[in-house]
């Protein structure tokens, strides 16, 4: 059961697919979830990253892959994507 202001698993359901998709090059990327749960946890409370809570894994993943999704338009896509109504 995901915590207070985490995501649900149907919004987990709705979002995942629009995510990037590992390569299998280099190395695992973290978990989805967990970074895209830590990015929100930051955006919510406006708290430093360095402050991130530690079950969202180390803070410079998270946001590196916030940095890296911002710069490739993948937030973009994915706010569009739950602001339409099906």
């Known amino acids: ?13 709705r979002i ?3 995510l990037p998709q ?7 990327w973290r978990d989805h ?3 895209v749960s830590g990015v929100l946890w930051r955006l ?10 530690d ?3 180390p803070w410079q993943t998270v946001y590196e892959r916030f940095a890296r999704w911002e710069a490739d338009g993948t937030w973009a896509r ?3 994507h739950v602001q339409v109504r099906d």
Do not use: N
């Open 55 to 57: 079950r969202f894994g």
């Open 22 to 28: 590992v390569d299998g090059r280099g190395r695992p």
């Open 78 to 80: 994915l706010l569009e």
């Open 33 to 35: 979830r967990q970074v």
């Open 44 to 53: 919510r409370t406006g708290a430093p990253w360095r402050d991130l809570p």
């Open 1 to 13: 059961m995901p915590g207070r202001g985490e995501l649900t698993d149907a919004a987990w359901r």
């Open 16 to 18: 995942e697919p629009l």
